[in-house]
């Protein structure tokens, strides 16, 4: 059974930081590209940070120089590192292979960043 399953959301003040991880289980996602997707009310699913399986990362224009996606050491977990968070941030995150895949969209987890 193929499972991605996201954590470490929550409620941040603005400026402040958050570490979301995903677990990856079933197959080998060491092979893929990961990424991490975002979607906050009202608006289109939109792609915040990818990166190879050889570690390259591209990261979306609004992010850029405060988001770090990176892989663990075992390459089945994802990781990305939000830094100077905004309220504009506040959205579900959702990791999936890049490209997406319907067959893996997990649960999510939710980032709210407000005062």
């Known amino acids: 059974q193929v499972q991605l399953v996201e954590s470490g959301g929550g409620l941040v003040q603005p400026g402040g930081s958050l570490r979301l991880s995903c677990a990856a289980s079933?197959?080998?996602?060491?092979?893929?590209?990961m990424g991490w997707y975002r979607q906050a009310p009202g608006k289109q699913r939109e792609l915040v940070a990818r990166?190879?399986?050889?570690?390259?990362?591209n990261y979306g224009d609004n992010v850029k120089g405060r988001f770090t996606i990176s892989r663990g050491n075992a390459k089945n977990t994802v990781y990305l590192q939000m830094n100077s968070l905004k309220p504009d941030d506040t959205a579900v995150y959702y990791c999936n292979v890049w490209p997406p895949s319907s067959d893996y969209w997990g649960q999510g987890t939710q980032v709210t960043v407000s005062s």
């Open positions: 990166i190879t399986s050889g570690g390259s990362t």
């Open positions: 079933g197959t080998m996602f060491s092979f893929y590209s």
